[in-house]
């Protein structure tokens, strides 16, 4: 019943228990609650951009419930204990959620997206298999709490946050990094193998240097547009065999890029404005280059 005008489920004292309902999708509705208590074997809800719902009624354990989406709600509490099988958890522009209970494992959990919301720190440890992350612009989150290896860890986007540092030796599968306008970011630690980081995306975050980049065997594109405290690349950027683009478009701090870049055989995309970085003898050599122009003010 995807956008439908109903409230709730049962009116009046009318209540019935569907024992037998696996999957409920009232996404866009006007529903205001909803009562676990009548679908207990449920397995996926999804309530998402249920602008009005304001209470989700949960009194015992759910284990079978493994999807659990309720993005642009009013939701002001939910309690993770007594949902222990959860896979996927959208809480996606949640800003009235200020009783968040994360103070359980959720071993199953594997897609988590809390982005838009007011969310300040987080703590992985208690979501050992976590695969997808998306905290992108929880303006008032500072800190994530890394202290295990996230071993299944792939995507993780960061943008528009307040962390300040972020170790890359946490997350060896991550193969998405995005820390874009990260105005507190100053360091990415990158450790002696990290092999797998295909796409990093630093543009305008406040990272001074790239010092062990080149230890990225697998990255396809480097992003790092208005990084005005990145005064220069690495020497070594050529050790970069797989990067296909890369953008250093109004980083103001530097004026010339590496000579090695010319060595860069798989680099298709490069952005940088013509009249503010020289560019190294040779690199118009390199097959498939497309540099964009100073834009016009």
Known sequence: MVGSNITQLWEGVERKVLKKLRFVDLR???LRTFDLETTPNIEILDLEECSDLVELHMHVNYPRLKTLKLGGSELNSLNLRLTPNLETLSLKGCIDLVDFDMDVELPNLKFLDLSDSMLSNLNLGLIPNLERLDLGGCKDFV???MPVECSKLKFLNLCKTEVRNFDLGLTPRLETLYLVKCHEFVELRMPSECSELKFLNLSCSMVRNLNGISRLKQLKSLQLASCVNLKRL???LDRLEALEAL?????????????SITNMKC???????????SLPKGIYQLKGLRITPQSKS
Request: net charge negative; with cysteine; charged share 35%.
């Open 247 to 259: 953008n250093v478009r109004d980083c103001s701090s530097f004026r010339d890029l590496p000579n």
């Open 234 to 236: 690495p020497g070594d």
């Open 28 to 30: 866009f509705s006007k």
């Open 267 to 277: 680099l298709r995309e490069l952005d940088i404005e013509l009249t503010s970085i």
């Open 143 to 145: 800190e994530l709490h």
